[in-house]
């Protein structure tokens, strides 16, 4: 027997979106932890704010809907939005009923100001931190560190000279530029899109590009993030990256071993290192020069067992550049990005943890 086309209009819904999502989604614990984190930086949140004027869209909700930004890769807000609007299991993670409309994508912008000029998203990162430590999820003694390039918003065509007068406006939209034959560099040239990325590429034989340079310190028993660097993209950022960020993990009485590529087989590095009570289970370098590491290091075993590890860094980076949305930023200005970069780490920590917990 065929069934009716019938089509209604309106209908009365005694439902929430909590009924709607299956008892074992996977966002299901990733929103408790989430939440338990929230809570936690509620005293954050109401210093941030003012006690009159009119209400503006909960920094919680803001945060929940940057997240599922990252773990569904929408690419924009105002996709965000519609996704927000339509999707019952976005609704039920921010906390929206079935009744409450979705924000415009401008006002949602507008808020996510106030966040973006704050610490929150290094509170919450930690925060979040704490529950994977508490868990039993982090290792104290075995690192690794590696770096990535993170593409600018701005082209080529923007990079233009420091000292140039600004062009008259030629009526389209994408001017036609030929810098044949010109040598464009850093010092003496910056783009007018986003001044404070710097062009740089990764290697012989690669294209140059707007970039910055992000930065993660992993900790070698899950692969999980415990601290993040996002620096102006230079040829030794990686290494000062590490160096400040080992400065939190370094202990005065036991020694702790981190992890690298080739990049970071150099005496400045490894000297420093070891001035804080770090081992370096840096990979050598020996092409054409002799490597900062001796037999005395590549002859334990945890040397090998730290250069198996240290290939987990590059899932965090393949995450946060696929999926994260991280391998073109949306933002302009190192210290939007920076606060970015940390976010989807922290959304990568989440998913990770989620894994972890559910096999254990």
């Not at 299991?89 to 401008?106: K, M, N, Q, T, Y």
């Not at 990162?125 to 770096?147: C, M, N, P, W, Y």
């Not at 600004?166 to 040239?189: A, C, L, Y």
């Not at 090998?304 to 965090?316: A, D, G, H, W, Y």
Request: charged share 25%.
């Amino acid at each position: 027997m065929r069934g009716s086309d019938q089509q209604t209009e309106k209908i009365f819904c005694y439902t929430s979106p909590e009924s709607f999502v299956p008892k074992d989604h996977p966002l299901r614990p990733i929103r408790a932890m989430v939440d338990q984190a929230l809570h936690d930086l509620y005293s954050e949140f109401s210093a941030m704010y003012s006690h009159t004027g009119r209400p503006s869209i909960p920094p919680e909700k803001l945060l929940k809907g940057l997240l599922l930004q990252a773990f569904y890769s929408v690419r924009s807000i105002r996709l965000l939005m519609e996704r927000i609007q339509h999707d019952i299991l976005f609704r039920w993670f921010v906390g929206l009923s079935l009744e409450d409309p979705a924000w415009d994508h401008s006002t949602f912008s507008q808020n996510q100001e106030r966040l973006l000029r704050s610490e929150i998203a290094t509170k919450f990162f930690s925060r979040i931190l704490d529950q994977a430590k508490a868990a039993g999820l982090l290792s104290d003694e075995h690192f690794t560190v590696d770096g990535t390039l993170i593409e600018a918003w701005g082209s080529l065509k923007s990079f233009r000279p420091k000292d140039e007068d600004p062009r008259p406006p030629s009526g389209g939209r994408n001017d036609e530029v030929n810098f044949r034959g010109q040598k464009r560099k850093n010092d003496t040239h910056e783009s007018t899109t986003d001044p404070q990325s710097r062009l740089f590429r990764k290697g012989n034989g690669k294209e140059a590009k707007l970039s910055y340079m992000g930065n993660v310190l992993m900790e070698n028993r899950h692969g999980l993030v415990v601290d993040t660097r996002l620096e102006p993209a230079t040829g030794t950022a990686e290494r000062e990256a590490a160096l400040a960020m080992l400065g939190g993990v370094a202990k005065k009485h036991n020694r702790v071993t981190v992890a690298g590529d080739k990049g970071y087989d150099n005496d400045p590095f490894v000297k420093a290192a070891r001035g804080m009570r770090v081992v370096p289970h840096v990979a050598q370098n020996t092409t054409n020069r002799k490597s900062a590491i001796d037999g005395r290091t590549t002859c334990i075993p945890g040397y090998k067992i730290s250069q198996r590890l240290r290939k987990r860094v590059e899932e965090i980076f393949g995450w946060m550049k696929t999926t994260g949305g991280m391998r073109k930023t949306r933002y302009i200005g190192q210290r939007k990005v920076a606060w970015h970069f940390i976010l989807v780490a922290t959304a990568y920590n989440l998913v990770r943890m989620r894994n972890l917990l559910s096999t254990a």
